[in-house]
């Protein structure tokens, strides 16, 4: 439902603006510079409102960060799925939980559901990101470099009270 409301809200100034032009309402200056700003502005538009809404984010993910859930898609060959890996972490600092997408690899793939299983038991789960050296791959760049590390989230003691 939401992608036919976008769609319409795209849709609605382009009829105005394409019936003025057609009933010839509009200067030439003005219909070369509507014929350029409006898709332009649609496509930052929609860039950031991607970025913004509750659809999975390709952006890099924190170097530190606490899992709050995850979902695994497994490559499927038969129905032409590559797979996915689903992350939904808040990061150290606080912030509200973000929805990642990474490719799927059988290694993460272990790692997540590792990972999972311990959230399902109540044990909260930190996870840092290592890439390039730290991650032991010299010659990698890129998303192939990123490697991510998850371990059970020991809470802070407190140091005694002195007085």
Not at 20 to 44: D, N
Not at 86 to 112: D, F, M, N, Q, T
Request: charged share 20%; proline share 5%.
């Amino acid at each position: 439902m939401a992608k036919l409301t976008i769609s319409l809200a795209y849709l609605v100034p382009l009829v105005i603006i394409a019936s003025s032009w057609a009933q010839g309402r509009m200067t030439p200056s003005i219909r070369m510079s509507a014929l350029v700003l409006l898709p332009v502005c649609y496509l930052i538009h929609w860039h950031f409102l991607e970025r913004m809404s509750g659809w999975p984010t390709d952006l890099q993910i924190p170097d530190q960060f606490e899992l709050v859930a995850a979902n695994v898609i497994e490559p499927n060959k038969t129905l032409n799925l590559d797979g996915a890996i689903y992350l939904w972490i808040r990061s150290r600092l606080g912030e509200a939980p973000r929805s990642h997408e990474l490719e799927y690899s059988r290694e993460l793939h272990v790692k997540i559901v590792e990972a999972q299983r311990r959230l399902d038991q109540g044990i909260r789960q930190y996870g840092n990101t290592l890439s390039g050296r730290e991650a032991g791959n010299e010659g990698t760049s890129g998303e192939e470099a990123l490697r991510l590390e998850l371990q059970d989230l020991t809470e802070r003691q407190l140091p005694a009270k002195t007085f």
